[in-house]
């Protein structure tokens, strides 16, 4: 599986920003989709993960009720709305993926994803 992660840039507070995160291959489905990010000098965190079919999503708390996670299967696409972004925010973005059956239970822990995007750039202003 490979991923590729797009849609990063330089906004300003305030603003909205949607990241994009393509997989190769036929079995994106088959795969719980995550997005961390790391911020300069600091560890890679848990931003959000969706289950296979869409139907489940999970939130770090910091990013709750801002941004949103979907996927288009169809697509072999994941996405991260950001709204009301915030300088904390500021950070390459990664998306990642890991293959488990449909009713296990979203992975917040960077190292249970076993594939993994080049991360794309947010900057946030203030």
Same mark, same amino acid.
């Given at each position: 599986?490979? +991923?590729?992660?797009?849609?990063?840039?330089?906004?300003?507070?305030?603003?909205? +920003?949607?990241?994009?995160?393509? &997989?190769?291959?036929?079995?994106? $489905?088959?795969?719980?989709?995550?997005?961390?990010?790391?911020a300069p000098g600091k560890e890679r965190e848990?931003?959000?993960?969706? $289950?296979? &079919?869409? %139907?489940?999503?999970?939130?770090? %708390?910091?990013?709750?009720?801002?941004?949103?996670?979907?996927?288009? #299967?169809?697509? $072999?696409?994941?996405?991260?709305?950001?709204?009301?972004?915030?300088?904390? %925010?500021?950070? /390459?973005?990664?998306?990642?993926?890991?293959?488990?059956?449909?009713?296990? #239970? +979203?992975?917040? %822990?960077? $190292?249970? @994803?076993? @594939?993994?995007?080049?991360?794309?750039?947010?900057? /946030?202003?203030s």
């Open positions: 599986v490979q +991923l590729q992660a797009s849609g990063g840039g330089l906004v300003q507070a305030g603003e909205s +920003l949607t990241l994009s995160c393509e &997989s190769s291959g036929r079995t994106f $489905s088959q795969y719980v989709m995550g997005w961390f990010r790391q848990f931003v959000a993960a969706m $289950s296979r &079919s869409g %139907d489940r999503a999970l939130y770090a %708390d910091s990013v709750k009720g801002r941004f949103t996670i979907s996927r288009d #299967n169809f697509k $072999s696409t994941v996405y991260l709305q950001m709204n009301s972004l915030k300088p904390e %925010d500021t950070a /390459v973005y990664y998306c990642a993926a890991v293959r488990l059956i449909m009713t296990a #239970n +979203l992975k917040t %822990d960077a $190292s249970e @994803y076993d @594939y993994w995007g080049q991360g794309t750039l947010v900057t /946030v202003s």
